[in-house]
């Protein structure tokens, strides 16, 4: 069975930093396009970041380029995102989703049919 699970959220000043990790099981990270999306309280879900199964190929949205990476270890089956320079805009659930055969080049919630649970990144002082 197909699993996503989340972890490494919590609370961050600004300017921080913070690694979430998204632990894949039931199948390969080699098949999957891989993307982190978030939902602030009140705003629809958003692609941020994503990386391609078969090519290692990323994929940003403007508001987190230049300070969020995402990266896998195929051997741990797990994917990251690596966020820098912690804006409180930047707060929210965070979910990782898993598209077979899937590519990043657009972070569309629909093209993605398997999510973890979310973790929850708060960015305040």
């Known amino acids: 069975q197909l699993q996503l699970v989340e972890s490494g959220g919590g609370l961050v000043q600004p300017g921080g930093s913070l690694r979430l990790s998204c632990a894949a099981s039931?199948?390969?990270?080699?098949?999957?396009?891989i993307s982190w999306f978030r939902q602030a309280p009140g705003k629809e879900r958003e692609g941020i970041s994503c990386?391609?199964?078969?090519?290692?190929?990323?994929n940003h949205a403007d508001s987190v380029k230049g300070r969020f990476s995402i990266s896998r270890d195929n051997a741990k089956n797990t994917v990251y995102l690596q966020m820098n320079s912690l804006k409180p805009e930047d707060t929210g659930v965070y979910y990782c989703?898993?598209?077979?055969?899937?590519?990043?080049?657009?972070?569309?919630?629909?093209?993605?049919?398997?999510w973890g649970q979310g973790t929850l990144v708060t960015v305040s002082s």
């Open positions: 039931g199948f390969s990270l080699d098949h999957y396009a």
């Open positions: 989703a898993a598209a077979y055969l899937g590519y990043c080049t657009v972070l569309h919630a629909p093209f993605f049919n398997s």
């Open positions: 990386i391609n199964g078969s090519s290692g190929r990323t």
